[in-house]
């Protein structure tokens, strides 16, 4: 049951999401050099969607929340890089941390290290088109060295 309030809070923020990635701003910032102010308003908005997912999580015991905050600061550091994600990350973290409870300060530090996680992957991604092949080739070195061949395209 716990599993189905979170996806059904969760289609909400997507809805959202889905709306801003279709606006000019959304645009200019992912094909173009965004000014100081987009990247405001962009930190703005996912810093708001952090904590739209703290206030729809479900109370699972007193100071205890399961909600979907992370999902803003990870695509904040994927779409604007490391340094975004971890804005928002701190921004969201500070203000689960601001609500108290047992898992305030493991909640709060956890959600800045998803949004710097997300931006380092949003930044790799980026960075190298042959990204898909990273996890297999430094998780399990030996094996994938042996059968890697470059001639071979893979999705």
Known sequence: MLLIQLLERMAVIALAAYIYSHSK??????????????????????????????????????????????????????????????????????HRYSLGGFTALSCGLS?????????????FRKGNKSDHRFFCRHCCRDAADDHYSPDIQTF
Do not use: H, Q, W
Not at 80 to 94: D, E, M, N, R, Y
Not at 111 to 123: D, F, M, S, Y
């Open 25 to 94: 701003m959304f645009m200019k910032i992912s094909k173009e050099y965004p000014t100081l102010s987009d990247c405001l308003i962009m930190l703005a908005f996912f810093s708001a969607v952090s904590i739209a997912g703290t206030y729809s999580g479900i109370n699972v015991e007193p100071g205890a929340i399961a909600n979907i905050r992370p999902i803003g600061a990870i695509v904040a550091g994927y779409v604007g890089g490391p340094v975004a994600g971890l804005i928002v990350g701190t921004i969201s973290g500070a």
């Open 111 to 123: 959600t800045i290290v998803e949004g710097l996680t997300g931006g380092l992957a949003g930044k």
